[in-house]
């Protein structure tokens, strides 16, 4: 019993000295004022903490915060007005689509009922009834029968060629209008390419200018700068170029429609013989005499 008690003792010394040498040593303490005896301005001053410097990302991000404004005419004076003549052109390409979506409607230029109207009309050889019918309501399937009915006394081979001619000559007139859509779209690129361009020879300019000192990031600045008129230019094309595709198919759904129209109106002046229908019985054979 003696002997475990005195080896318990000796297992507790040690594990407390081994204790107290794991904790680290107290930090001494200052003093909170002067020394007696010693001046204050003898006491040392403690250097002040250096403000923390600025990330490398926060600098670029402070520097390169520009506005839509800001980006969109950063090309110099000649972006500036390469982008006036794009804005110009995508004004134009807007009024045109619109016009012309206003224009390409099937009630517009095939007005419903019109070609019954003018087939009954011709039917019953009321001819002039159904030239003031088409006068009345002028659209792409008036014109095209009204130029068939001047052709009447002709024959219908002559009436079927006035209006394939008609038909050819307002297909025509459609297309110019939704042409010019076309021609904005292969113009707006090559707008926002000549400001591309120029802003690239500017950017070089520049680094002959310094000869060979100016770093890569004022080279890169210079070069987005001049590839914003190309993108406008792009953003531009490709709604006129869409626009321009569906109208025309649109067109040329219309064209056909209206031609077959006007073909069903005057339809009856073909089994007629091309002219309007008798209303006089033709006179009896002479009678021979006894």
């Known amino acids: 019993m003696t002997r475990f008690a005195l080896s318990l003792t000796v297992v507790l010394a040690l594990a ?26 003898a006491a040392p001053a403690l250097p002040e903490a250096a403000p923390p410097a600025a990330s490398e990302d926060e600098a670029p991000d402070a520097r390169r915060q520009l506005t839509f404004l800001q980006i969109v005419f950063s090309g110099g004076p000649l972006g500036i007005a390469n982008m006036v003549v794009l804005i110009g052109l ?3 390409a807007l009024a045109l689509a619109l016009d012309n979506l206003r224009l390409v409607r099937r009630g517009r230029l095939i007005p419903s009922e019109l070609a019954e109207q003018v087939r009954d009309q011709v039917a019953y050889g009321q001819l002039a009834d159904a030239q003031e019918l088409c006068r009345q309501q002028p659209s792409f399937l008036a014109s095209v029968i009204l130029q068939g009915l001047d052709e009447v006394e002709s024959g219908w081979s002559e009436v079927e060629k006035a209006m394939e001619d008609a038909t050819a000559e307002q297909a025509a007139r459609l297309f110019r209008r939704i042409e010019y859509l076309s021609v904005i779209g292969n113009i707006a690129p090559m707008v926002g390419l000549l400001g591309t361009v120029t802003g690239m020879l500017l950017a070089f300019k520049e680094v002959a200018d310094t000869e060979g000192n100016a770093g890569a990031a004022q080279l890169a600045d210079g070069i987005y700068q001049a590839l914003v008129t190309t993108v406008a230019g792009l953003l531009i094309a490709i709604p006129s170029l869409g626009a321009f595709a ?3 198919s ?40 006894s």
Do not use: C, F, M, W
């Open 250 to 289: 649109r067109v040329d759904q219309l064209v056909a429609e209206a031609a077959y129209a006007a073909l069903h109106a005057l339809a009856p002046l073909k089994r007629g013989g091309g002219g309007p229908s008798p209303t006089v019985p033709p006179p009896p054979p002479p009678r021979r005499g």
């Open 90 to 92: 995508s004004i134009a």
């Open 246 to 248: 569906l109208l025309r």
């Open 16 to 41: 407390l000295g081994a204790s107290a040498a794991a904790q680290p040593p107290a930090a001494p303490t200052l003093p909170s004022g002067p020394a007696e005896g010693v001046p204050a301005a």
